[in-house]
C-alpha cells in the first residue's frame, strides 16, 4: 500500500499545483454533480426559510389575538427600533404636533412601538400623552390585524357589543369609512 501511495504522489503534487498555481482544475464541477448537488442544496435551503418564516408569521398573527401582546410586541420592537423601523416616514425630522397627527392611524402594535422609541429618544410628553389616549383594547383580539372585508364580515354577525366597540374604536384611531358604514348599517338593523 505505502508502494501505491509512493508512485501516485508525483501525480498527486502535480495536480494541487496546476490547480492552485496555474489555475488549471483536473476535475469538471459540472461532470463531477457537484454544481447539481450545490443547486439543489440551495433550493431546498431557500424552500425551507420560506416555510420557516411563513410558519413564524402565522404563529406571530395568532399570539397577536391573544390580549396585551400587540402592545407587548410593540414596545419590544420600539425599544430596539432605529428610525426607519417606525409607521411614520421621517419621524426624528417630524415636530411633535406633525406625529400625534399621524398617531390615530397606527395600529397599538406601531402605537406601542412608537411609545417605546420616543422615550428611549427625544421622550416628548406631547406625543406620549397622546399615544396613551390612543392606546386600548381592541375591539376584539387581533381587530388591528383585520382588513376592512374581514372586519365588516365580523360586523354582519350582528353581535351588538362588538359593533359599538368597533364603531368607538374607528372612530378614535383610523375613522375607515368602510368599517364605520358597517357599523352603523349594522346598528340599524339590530
Not at 44 to 58: I, L
Not at 131 to 144: K, N
Request: charged share 35%; net charge positive.
Amino acid at each position: 500500500m505505502l508502494e501505491r501511495i509512493t508512485r501516485e504522489l508525483p501525480t498527486l503534487t502535480d495536480a494541487v499545483v496546476r490547480a492552485d498555481v496555474k489555475g488549471e482544475h483536473s476535475f469538471e464541477i459540472t461532470t463531477t454533480g457537484a454544481a447539481d448537488t450545490a443547486r439543489a442544496t440551495g433550493r431546498k435551503a431557500a424552500s425551507t426559510r420560506k416555510k420557516t418564516t411563513e410558519k413564524a408569521k402565522r404563529q406571530s398573527r395568532q399570539a397577536r389575538k391573544l390580549p396585551g401582546v400587540a402592545r407587548a410586541e410593540g414596545t419590544v420592537k420600539g425599544a430596539a427600533a432605529s428610525q426607519g423601523d417606525l409607521a411614520i416616514a421621517g419621524y426624528d425630522s417630524l415636530n411633535a404636533n406633525e406625529i400625534t397627527d399621524r398617531l390615530p392611524s397606527l395600529s397599538q402594535i406601531e402605537l406601542a412601538k412608537i411609545d417605546a422609541y420616543e422615550r428611549k429618544n427625544e421622550n416628548r410628553t406631547t406625543i406620549l400623552e397622546r399615544i396613551s389616549s390612543l392606546q386600548g383594547d381592541e375591539p376584539w383580539a387581533g381587530y388591528d390585524e383585520l382588513t376592512v372585508s374581514e372586519i365588516q364580515a365580523v360586523l354582519g354577525e350582528g353581535d351588538e357589543t362588538r359593533i359599538k366597540k368597533a364603531r368607538a374604536y374607528e372612530r378614535a384611531h383610523k375613522n375607515r369609512a368602510g368599517v364605520l358604514e358597517a357599523a352603523e348599517r349594522e346598528t340599524s338593523n339590530a
